[in-house]
């Protein structure tokens, strides 16, 4: 088993520029999130799937894009790319739990650099 | 709003000393979770241990144990005879299901440097 793998794994990109992170996992795991790590602020959840074709916001949404059109992938768009984007994007997915009560398995993360 | 924090920002140790890092949580709801999550240098994070918030037990796995402390909101984690292997960053991470909505937070990390 693959568990979950991001593509790319790093990517420059001008400001004004679109791109689509892919994250898939063989896991069958309902939820799938995205975070965006930063120095000195930890991991913010940008957003999230509890299932294929829904998604709901997290802690810090905007300027995002999301989509779960099949339960194994979970996609996150930037339309158009802000140098603030520049951080390293992290992909997780989970099975269901109450109060959010079951482990995330993480991605190998995706370096984005915005000039 | 939730928080988690964790004030240690980075902690040096020397191999086989023991180490403790300390992890503080603010929530309003009543049922929720705590967990420790692992970062080498490799970069993906590694699920350690999940703590609901009715089931204050210590636990204990190998060389690691955790405390959770209702009374002071705290869930530290302690590495007991640390090994070159146990650097990197710990995550805390709190998680809690609000309006329907899951709340997930983590906190800013404490980077561990174990020293031959």
């Known amino acids: 088993n693959a568990g979950v793998t991001q593509t790319p794994k790093f990517r420059v990109l001008k400001t004004g520029q679109s791109m689509t992170l892919l994250c898939a996992q063989d896991?069958?795991?309902?939820?799938m999130y995205w975070y965006r790590q930063d120095p000195g602020m930890g991991l913010r959840l940008i957003h999230y799937?509890?299932?294929?074709?829904?998604?709901a916001k997290g802690e810090v949404p905007d300027g995002y894009n999301v989509s779960r059109l099949k339960k194994q992938n979970f996609l996150l768009g930037l339309e158009s790319a802000a140098p603030s984007q520049t951080s390293v994007y992290f992909c997780?997915?989970?099975?269901?739990?109450?109060?959010?009560?079951?482990?995330?398995?993480f991605g190998p993360g995706t370096r984005l650099t915005v000039l | 709003a939730q928080k988690v924090t964790q004030a240690q920002t980075e902690i040096s140790v020397v191999e086989k000393e023991d180490v403790t890092l300390d992890c503080v949580y603010e929530?309003?709801?009543?049922?929720?979770?705590l967990f420790w999550y692992k970062q080498p240098p490799s970069g993906e994070l590694v699920f350690l241990i999940r703590?609901?918030?009715?089931?204050?037990q210590n636990e204990i796995s190998g060389r690691y144990s955790w405390n959770f402390q209702k009374s002071t909101s705290s869930f530290n984690f302690t590495i007991t005879a640390s090994q070159v292997v146990d650097s990197a960053v710990y995550f805390c991470?709190?998680?809690?299901?609000?309006?329907?909505?899951?709340?997930?937070?983590f906190g800013t990390g404490t980077k561990l440097q174990v020293i031959p």
């Open positions: 997780a997915s989970s099975y269901p739990g109450g109060s959010g009560s079951n482990e995330q398995f």
């Open positions: 896991m069958n795991h309902e939820y």
């Open positions: 799937s509890v299932g294929e074709g829904t998604t």
């Open positions: 929530t309003r709801d009543t049922t929720y979770y």
């Open positions: 703590r609901n918030s009715f089931d204050e």
């Open positions: 991470a709190l998680s809690s299901l609000s309006g329907g909505y899951q709340k997930v937070t």
